[in-house]
């Protein structure tokens, strides 16, 4: 089997499900608990936050709340700054091509008076430009740093910026699909999310980091786990190897980013070479671990059905919306044509793919193109 659907979800490091396992087993207790086996999981919980701070250099900055995923992480930083900044204004901006947790969370807010003002895509990322004319009123924007379906990176500095400029106005950084892949710094973003299945943790882990000081409203009532911001008992398993995986993947972070600088030149060459059947999706800014094309005489979604029947693993748009249809919002937004958003393949890089896997994928495209019916 030839896996290349990383950005979807990724293969646990052995680390991070030794490290869960030990947890699991040893250290079951529940860390709110006011006795010794409490005690211990609460050790294994404070060792988890620290080292996740520390690994991203954030232990002065930031604190770090377990949660199920970047999903609920984005959830509870949007609605959670809009309940507890609502009397600062009700506007909130968010990039074109954000991820549906993003997206879906802020025009929920519609509902309680608060006003959604979408950012237009300049070279498939937010354009930071046209944040200050949307300004008056905000008290939130919202920036996916790498693109969960094309990989274009963001202008992080542009919004960075733009947050320096408007002290009223905090920032979410959905950094699902960049945490321990490509050296980013968070410093100056006052929310940080992402989730574990990503970066070798297990799924049902992830956090959400946030700048010292600020209050957010809860969005689960109940008891006064993670400080208050979070009711329910914490998976200090899940979290354990979730700091266990960050601290691998930093580790590793220069040889697998250059894993996958290797592997997404080869593919794009390679692509070229079959240009009359498909459109690659470039960026000046490119996170190097996935790459976009589009099939412009096959459908997509019989395409990838061909290739996982030969055992290769792609995806035809992000896996939270491919159930439900196959057009990419994200190239519409970009100002693709029609046929190309109905039409996109993605494939996402992880540290065990090879060159192998890239020529493998290739060597199936072409016999695909030529035997599947066309458009």
Known sequence: MIYLDNAATGRPYESALAAYLEVATAHWGNPSSIHEIGYEAKRYLDKARKTILATLGLAKTHDCYFLSGASEANNLAIKGTAFSF?????????????????????????????????IPLKDGAPDPEQLDPNSNGAILSCLMAVNNETGALSDIAGFYRFRASHPKCLLLLD?????GKLPLDYSKADFISFSGHKIGALKGSGALLVKKGIKLTPLIDGGEQESGLRAGTVNVAGAYALSVALTESYAKLKANLAKAEHL????????????????????????????????????????????????????????????????????????????????PIRVSFGPDNTEEDVQGLLAALTQLFNEVKTI
């Open 86 to 118: 609502k009397s600062r204004g009700n506007k909130i901006l968010y990039g074109a091509g954000e991820h549906p947790s993003v997206i879906n969370a802020v025009l929920s807010l519609s509902k309680e008076g608060f006003e959604a003002v979408k």
């Open 175 to 179: 950094a699902t699909q960049a945490m």
């Open 264 to 343: 997404h030149a080869l593919l794009h060459s390679g692509l070229e070479g079959l240009s009359p059947f498909v459109k690659v999706h470039d960026h000046k800014r490119q996170s190097p671990y996935v790459l976009c094309f589009s099939t412009l005489r096959h459908k997509a979604s019989v395409i990838v059905e061909g290739l996982s029947n030969k055992g290769i693993m792609v995806s035809s748009v992000s896996a939270c919306s491919s159930k439900k249809e196959n057009t990419s919002y994200v190239l519409e937004e970009e100002g693709v044509s029609k046929g190309e958003a109905a039409n």
